[in-house]
């Protein structure tokens, strides 16, 4: 009987647990990776203007000029 070999016993409650957890679809994963990605650097951007905003540095030009720069990147990101 199964219950009797442990060998086959083990092998038994392997399968028992492969066929109890649900797989993990790759695709699912990749997107939730993508999602967190784009997440992570829409965030970076976010600091990074608010860093370098003339309100926060004023009369400082070249932070004046990275905002700028910065205002212009942002509508490239893309959108979730």
Do not use: M, W
């Not at 409650?13 to 492969?18: I, T």
């Not at 109890?20 to 829409?42: C, F, G, H, K, S």
């Amino acid at each position: 009987s199964v219950v009797s070999d442990p060998k086959a016993r083990a092998e038994y409650d392997q399968k028992l647990k492969e066929a109890a957890t649900p797989r993990r679809n790759p695709e699912d994963i990749i997107a939730r990776q993508r999602v967190l990605y784009t997440l992570r650097r829409n965030a970076s951007f976010l600091h990074e203007r608010a860093r370098y905003h003339p309100d926060v540095n004023p009369g400082d030009s070249a932070a004046s000029e990275k905002f700028s720069d910065i205002n212009e990147a942002v509508p490239l990101l893309p959108q979730l």
